[in-house]
């Protein structure tokens, strides 16, 4: 159990509609990174979170956005789903999350599988 | 731009027999982070290791040893003597924002089954 939890496990949904997939990181890691996994893609990076603020984004659609709130849990909100959005979408924590803590790692959850029909 | 190439699709082999995961990278940065990540069957991403650029030395971990090369952008995993429990996806990963390590950019994945 890697410490990083992740809501709901699985999701099933139509195209057009909105979703909410939560995360809580591991106690006390200030950091939340969410990656998605899909057939067509792969895994990528999507966005962090740092205490708060967002520190880094990838390929992230503007149809996509996330938080992370006062007690470090963070949502990823994906609206306007299409089918291309099905996808595996892993929550993961580290302590920091900057390049400067040589030993730090990063939990990943169990992830959320998301279709969408 | 940054890559991370797996070439290699689907590996099978018989246990007890040894195996070699490669992963080449593309950068331009001299500053990056190297990683391998495991997802077994049950789906979650479990770390392996995390290089960084300015350490070329060899690790080994049990079964597992790594072999980091800078001249030919290499970063290989060898499996040694592999187990059932072996049998995963294996992806190699490459990060070069400093202000964010894990801002990773994975290969396709390299899909190992090892055979009783």
């Known amino acids: 159990d890697s410490g990083v939890t992740q809501t709901p496990k699985h999701l099933i949904t139509a195209t057009g509609q909105r979703v909410t997939l939560r995360c809580s990181p591991r106690s006390g890691d200030l950091s939340v990174y969410w990656y998605q996994q899909s057939l067509d893609q792969g895994l990528q990076f999507l966005i962090q979170?740092?205490?708060?603020?967002?520190?880094a984004k990838g390929n992230i659609l503007e149809r996509f956005s996330a938080q992370q709130f006062p007690d470090l849990h963070s949502e990823l909100n994906l609206s306007s789903l299409e089918l291309g959005d099905s996808a595996l979408y892993f929550c993961?924590?580290?302590?920091?999350?900057?390049?400067?803590?040589?030993?730090?790692?990063?939990?990943f959850g169990s992830g959320t599988q998301l279709s969408v029909l | 731009a940054q890559k991370v190439t797996q070439a290699q699709t689907e590996i099978s082999v018989v246990e007890k027999e040894d195996v070699t995961l490669d992963c080449v990278y593309e950068t331009r940065d001299t500053t990056y982070y190297l990683f391998w990540y495991k997802q077994p069957p049950s789906g979650e991403l479990v770390f392996l290791i995390r290089?960084?650029?300015?350490?070329?030395q060899n690790e080994i971990s049990g079964r597992y040893s790594w072999n980091f090369q800078k001249s030919t952008s290499s970063f290989n995993f060898t499996i040694t003597a592999s187990q059932v429990v072996d049998s995963a996806v294996y992806f190699c990963?490459?990060?070069?924002?400093?202000?964010?390590?894990?801002?990773?950019?994975f290969g396709s994945g390299t899909r190992l089954l090892v055979r009783p």
């Open positions: 993961a924590s580290s302590a920091s999350g900057t390049g400067k803590t040589t030993n730090e790692k990063l939990f």
């Open positions: 979170y740092y205490n708060g603020e967002e520190r």
């Open positions: 290089r960084n650029s300015f350490d070329e």
């Open positions: 990963a490459l990060s070069e924002d400093m202000d964010s390590s894990y801002k990773l950019i």
